[in-house]
Antibody, heavy 119, light 106 residues
Framework: QVTLKESGPGMLQPSKTLSLTCSFS??????????VSWIRQPSGKSLEWLAA???????YYNPSLKSRLTVSKNTSNTQVFLKITSVDIADTATYYC???????????WGQGASVTVSS | DIQMTQSPSLLSASVGDRVTINCKAS??????LNWYQQKLGEAPKLLIY???NLQTGIPSRFSGSGSGTDYTLTISSLQPEDFGTYFC????????FGSGTKLEIK
C-alpha cells in the first residue's frame, strides 16, 4: 500500500524558512521513473505545483518560485524535503506531496500539511 | 507559463445527468492533460491522465477527450459521490493547474 505523509511546523513567522518533510512507504524513490512532487493549495483556492525530485536525483522547480525553493531527498530514498526561504503570508497553504510513476502523473497523494505564516 | 481556464466554475446537476467540464489552455499542450477530483478536506485524486487514460480504480463513467488547447472531462451518468471540485492539470511545460470547477449535486 502506497502512503505519503507530510509534516511541517504548522505555523511560522514571516521571513523565516519553511521546512517540510514527506515520508512515504509502499514504493521506492530509487525505482526508475519514480518522482515525488510538492504541491500547495491556499484555502479555497486552486493548486500550485512547486517542485519535484526524481529517482535519479534530478530536481524540477516552478520557475516563478525557483529562487526560494530547495528540494532534496534522503540517502535511503524514504523521505523528500522541501525548503522555502523568506516566507510571507502568501505562503499560507496546505502543502501536499505526491508520487508519480511517470513524470507528472501524480497518482498518490499525502493528506496534506497545513502551514500558516503569521507574525 | 501556460494558463489553464476551466469552465464552468460552478456546476449544479442531478443524479443521472451527463456532465461536461472544460479546460482551455493558453497554448497547445499536446494532450498532456490530467484531471483530478478533490473533496472537501481531502487530497486530490487522479481520474484521467494524458487526456483520455482512465486511472486504475476510477469508474468508467468518467472519460476525457481533447487535443490542442481544448479538453473535456465527461461524467456519463452523475452519481451522488461525484460531488466535489475538479481540476485540470497540464504538464506539457512547467506544470500548472486549472482554476477548478465545483460540482454540486441537485
Amino acid at each position: 500500500q502506497v502512503t505519503l505523509k507530510e509534516s511541517g511546523p504548522g505555523m511560522l513567522q514571516p521571513s523565516k524558512t519553511l521546512s517540510l518533510t514527506c515520508s512515504f512507504s509502499g514504493f521506492s524513490l530509487s525505482t526508475s521513473g519514480m518522482v515525488v512532487s510538492w504541491i500547495r493549495q491556499p484555502s479555497g483556492k486552486s493548486l500550485e505545483w512547486l517542485a519535484a525530485i526524481d529517482w535519479d536525483g534530478d530536481k524540477y522547480y516552478n520557475p516563478s518560485l525557483k529562487s526560494r525553493l530547495t528540494v532534496s531527498k534522503n540517502t535511503s530514498n524514504t523521505q523528500v524535503f522541501l525548503k522555502i526561504t523568506s516566507v510571507d503570508i502568501a505562503d499560507t497553504a496546505t502543502y501536499y506531496c505526491a508520487r508519480s510513476r511517470q513524470l507528472w502523473v501524480m497518482d498518490a497523494w499525502g493528506q496534506g500539511a497545513s502551514v500558516t505564516v503569521s507574525s | 507559463d501556460i494558463q489553464m481556464t476551466q469552465s464552468p466554475s460552478l456546476l449544479s446537476a442531478s443524479v443521472g445527468d451527463r456532465v461536461t467540464i472544460n479546460c482551455k489552455a493558453s497554448q497547445n499542450i499536446n494532450k498532456y492533460l490530467n484531471w483530478y477530483q478533490q473533496k472537501l478536506g481531502e487530497a486530490p485524486k487522479l481520474l484521467i491522465y494524458n487526456t483520455n487514460n482512465l486511472q486504475t480504480g476510477i469508474p468508467s463513467r468518467f472519460s476525457g477527450s481533447g487535443s490542442g488547447t481544448d479538453y473535456t472531462l465527461t461524467i456519463s451518468s452523475l452519481q451522488p459521490e461525484d460531488f466535489g471540485t475538479y481540476f485540470c492539470f497540464q504538464h506539457n511545460s512547467w506544470p500548472t493547474f486549472g482554476s477548478g470547477t465545483k460540482l454540486e449535486i441537485k
